[in-house]
């Protein structure tokens, strides 16, 4: 089996856990905190103010924002490093930051979605005006990424336990979905619908893109082809005949 590798920073990476520091001191902890001047209510997400507002950046702005207690931001951090350099070393910097940003704003929309299905369903308002915030989103998509590209290697589930990084993907996954089912929408702090979202998002993009890359590869390989002629001539071959050839 092979075990995990943890990459040094890359330079998405590093940029991408920059930002999100600067955000969490000086607009939360600075700016909010100390000086009263409270950004977030425009920049988290909202799901109301995005569905009756039209606030769309919030799809974007959330990703930076964290709660004010360290253990998030460490923890999304730190699973940013260990996850996200990987695939950026794997994929390179273009493709790992449309990846990255894709999950994390498709988690968002799917959540707006959701809790507005449930608010319509069930008659509570509470999800929509509840704020999201934090990466988390973004990062179940590049768990799912990672247990689909180093599927073998091994990862040690809560510390303790080693197994496939596929199947801790796969365990990740189902306890937020039993989680979202036994607490509901609003029944604790965390936003599981949003990292399922991005976990959705995620294998979704990689799907497609494989399909696109795929066929591409098909339609290429039949051009090519198609323009082959197979040239036969049983005749004796005479002195002043050219050779006879493929094309």
Known sequence: MNQIQIAPLTPVVKKLIIAISFVWIFIQIILGSFLKLNLSTWLVLHPDQVLEKFWVWQLF???????????????????LWFFGSELEKYW????????FF???????????????????????????????LGASGALFGLLVAYGIV???????????????????????AALDLSSLLTT??????????????GALVGF????????????KTKSKLKRNTGSLRLVVDN???KKEDNPKYWN
């Open 61 to 79: 702005t959330y990703m930076f924002f964290h709660a004010l207690s360290p253990f998030h931001i460490f923890f999304n951090g730190l699973m």
């Open 92 to 99: 390179g910097s273009r493709f790992f930051t449309t990846y």
């Open 102 to 132: 894709t999950c994390g704003v498709g988690a968002a929309i799917v959540y707006c979605l959701g809790v507005a299905l449930y608010a319509l369903g069930s008659g509570n308002q509470a999800p929509l005006v509840i704020p999201v």
């Open 150 to 172: 180093f599927s073998e290697r091994v990862i040690y589930f809560m510390g303790l336990f080693p197994m496939k990084a596929k199947y801790f993907a796969l365990i990740a």
């Open 184 to 197: 509901g929408f609003a029944g604790t702090e965390v936003a599981y619908l949003c990292h399922l979202g």
């Open 204 to 215: 979704s993009f990689l799907w497609g893109h494989t399909r696109f890359k795929l066929n």
């Open 235 to 237: 005749e004796k071959p």
